[in-house]
């Protein structure tokens, strides 16, 4: 599998990278984004991005590389979903189809054959990450914000031995019961809501998955989708609590949804990943 | 004179916000954008930003927050020109007109009108930062990238009561010998060339203009623009070592003219300013 260099800038002594490669799980070519540190790599964190994200907007507006840097972590941010192609809906809003895959594995016609997001993540993208960039398959973690917060925790606690650890910021935790993740699943997994709990991260903790290390997950207060009922993250805490899956849940007041909150935490987050990676 | 609070998201602590106000200067409305810091605010640094910029490159690119709020500085970022208007060539090309203002006060018809940047930062910015923000007037520095290291170059080097201290990543440093300066200068200021030279910072050291503090410049040497003559960086070194004016020019092997560059030290420029706005 060619995997091809479209962009490369040096950055914190390391380099941020732009690629493109073609799927194998969506058919289509997709496009990813890198921070590769100087000198030795000890670990890969997955970076899932929001709603109307690409693979440009962490990368470039996070500021990441610096912590990234310190701890010798590489990053890697897919694009949020396939792109080129002409679904029945897909590009008529901004929260179903292109830029919002939700990381499912869709069933409905015509999805069914590209929308493979669980699988492009946590099995192509996961295989690509040792063979293109020599990262043993027991350093890598996930994290992710809003809809890829949401596919964080999912494709985290589902592939439990995958990925040594897992965090969100803002994520939408409980999907089955919020706007936006009734219309994707609607959409994608069609109307037959039995299929829907293996991709909500409340419902599988709640049914029983478990990831050995603590999840940690930053909420802003003043996060417009969470007073929306978006996100609805105490649920995850509350479901967490009852069955002793270990997580630290932070509520940061007067934050909101954006990257400006993203950037102000984002060191802590890459300090968790890099307690269970290096 | 009212502006107008246009956004807010909490950052580190403190506050990013998008502003907007009547200038008199440019008799356009202006944008700006500005971080400030939780707590008191010891001094006050203007980023003017490249062509094409507006006021939110550096603000959401540069992760410059983190190290503004550790110093307790604000910095202030206009737009790179007026916007809204309709002069002759003015949407034509990037390099001339909107989003490319090279901050001077320009003489040639419909432009000598509006597009007066130079008076708009070291005038209007300059008494706005003390009205609105409270900050000392000998608490204010300048610094910028590319065609905004040229006029924090220049503004700083003839307003240098004003401003305390002078940075630029990859500046302009000699327009008039430069295709971009070139065409810049013709449009805005005419064919008279005895006029360009005091928007021209080797021009102007070399006819004795001085700061008293020493200049912080950084500079890629995998810079595309540097490559190509238009930035001409060591003519700068070159007339401040001539005259004695105290500058400290760093080459980067490597880097680019990108904003991964600019991340990447805006660390060291954020000190340098503190040492003598703190």
Known sequence: MEVKLL??????????????????????KMKFSTFIPEGLVKGCVIWLSGLTCTDENFITKAGAQKYLAE????????DTSPRGL?????HESYDFGSGASFYVDAKTPGYADH????????????????TQFQVPKNKISIMGHSMGGHGALVI???????????SA???????????????????YLGTDKSTWSQYDATELVRSGARHENSILVDQGLADEFYEKGQLLTPQLEKACLEVGQSI?????????????????????????????LT
């Open 248 to 276: 630290e849940m932070k509520y940061r007041g007067d934050y909101d949804h954006s990257y400006y909150f993203i950037a102000t935490f984002i060191e802590k987050h890459i300090k968790h990943h890099a307690k269970f």
């Open 115 to 130: 929308y493979r997001m669980f699988t492009y993540i946590s099995e192509e993208l996961f295989d690509l990450i040792q």
């Open 156 to 166: 985290g606690l589902r592939e439990n031995k995958k990925f040594q650890s897992i």
């Open 7 to 28: 962009k490369s800038h040096k950055t914190f002594e390391g380099k941020t990278q732009f690629w493109e490669h073609d799927s194998t799980s969506t058919k289509t």
């Open 71 to 78: 701890h010798q972590l590489m990053v890697i941010c897919p």
């Open 169 to 187: 910021f803002a994520p939408i935790v409980n999907p089955t019961q919020c706007p936006w993740g009734e219309k994707a699943f609607t959409g």
């Open 86 to 90: 002409q679904l029945p809906g897909e």
